[in-house]
């Protein structure tokens, strides 16, 4: 076997030297994270354009194109975008542990 | 079933539901206002840039309804593209254990070999994954990261059963159930599931396999590794995971409903979301609305034209989540959060590698080849 796939690459053609506009390979991830993390990278205002894709159902991974503002790095945005998301789910299953410890729900019997 | 004292289920909606950039519109034969506008850039003047302590003032989560199966609860104040990583988690990556090896040394009974294995996969487990590592594809078997189990019935003739002529045939074993699975442990796990954790097992007992005559006989050694839905169905812990928009009703006040169609119009939506009171004027019952099943049948009537408006509410996501397999229900949301941060920091890792990359030599080209960074 030859290298293993790597988790993330920058594929041909980005805008050098300061990566702003690029797209990312990101192997082993689908829809789930690729729309989630492209929703995140909106939020970023020096965000010009991101989009991205499954290229084809039967490679195992998706092609993230980020367009930076004011040639700032695409990358510095991706890790951004990434910590925002990791923070949203922290906030989330906060709320969820939180509500569900005040125990205000409807408890009924189910038979399986 | 349900029972009626739903009252923690139904309260009235918060005043900003009625906010139109937050509505989805539900139309006769088509859906309008889908995605969400709220980017930066998008409305002059207004900053929608992501700001964690405006969600989380935003962020509403409330358990609705649960039982031993399944648990409904609201996720308000997320992107759709939020909700359905966590659906899609729940469904496709959250891992558990299931039957992938069979080997059979005996089957007799009609059923091919194939298709009893594939029945067997099928079967919920009650073994909690997080003790389990992911089976090496290369390495052999261990006790940290397979299961076994037996299944050796045969079916035969009950002796003790009444002799006399014409009395029915008793047999044993005429049907072989997922309580007939019995678990040999392996090393170290005898010690390990003791006291208040459950020896491996289905988690129902009573699912047919398979079906015997009297001298047919299955006896085969099962496997059982832990997996995630993505690869098979069997390894899914939800039997389903999904969510629905709030619905909402809304009347124009400027085109009442008149008083003799009244019920007509209340007939038009399920049971309690539409009241008709004194005189036949009617009105919205907000705490029923979760229940309307936004048939539109309203829509069909051209006298109610214009006089109501259906809509949903984007950002109010209603999970339901049938847990089937070793998670209690209302744990799975929380798995599809640890699986999310998981994934999350994978790539962080990787992506702060390829920064490090980057920035270590500039202008250099990367060790794959793929990205040129020459030419300054």
Redesign the interface.
Known sequence: MS?PT???????G?L??D?SAATYQ?HD?????G??L???L????KVEFCGYSVPHPSENHIHMRIQMYDNLSS??A??QA????????????E???K??GEG???????Q? | MASSSAAASSSRLPQSAYNPRRHVGVHAERVSDVSSTEYPGHYPGEDHSWDLAKFRENLKVEVKRLSQRSVEFDLVGVDASIANAFRRIMIAEIPTIATEHVYVWNNTSVIHDEVLAHRIGLVPLNVPPGMFKYRNPNGVPTDQDTIVFKLNVTCEVDKNTSKEKGAPRKLIHEEVLSGDLEWVPQGEQASVFTGDLPPPAPTNKNIVLAKLRPGQEIDMDLHAIKGVGKDHAKWSPVATASYRLHPLVILNPSKPIPPHLAQKFANCFSPGVVQVGKGGRVSIDERNLRKESMSREVLRHKEFEGSVELKRIRDWFIFTVESEGPYAPQDLFPESIRVMREKIANIRHAAEALLADVDGAPGAVAADGDVEMGGV
């Open positions: 290298d790597p988790k993330i690459k920058i594929l041909q980005a050098e030297p990566l990101i991830e689908s829809h789930t994270l729309n989630a492209r929703w995140m909106m939020k970023n205002p990358l510095d991706l890790l990434l910590s925002n998301l990791d923070d949203l789910c922290i906030t989330i299953d709320a969820y542990q509500n569900l205000q729900y409807e408890r009924w019997d189910e399986s």
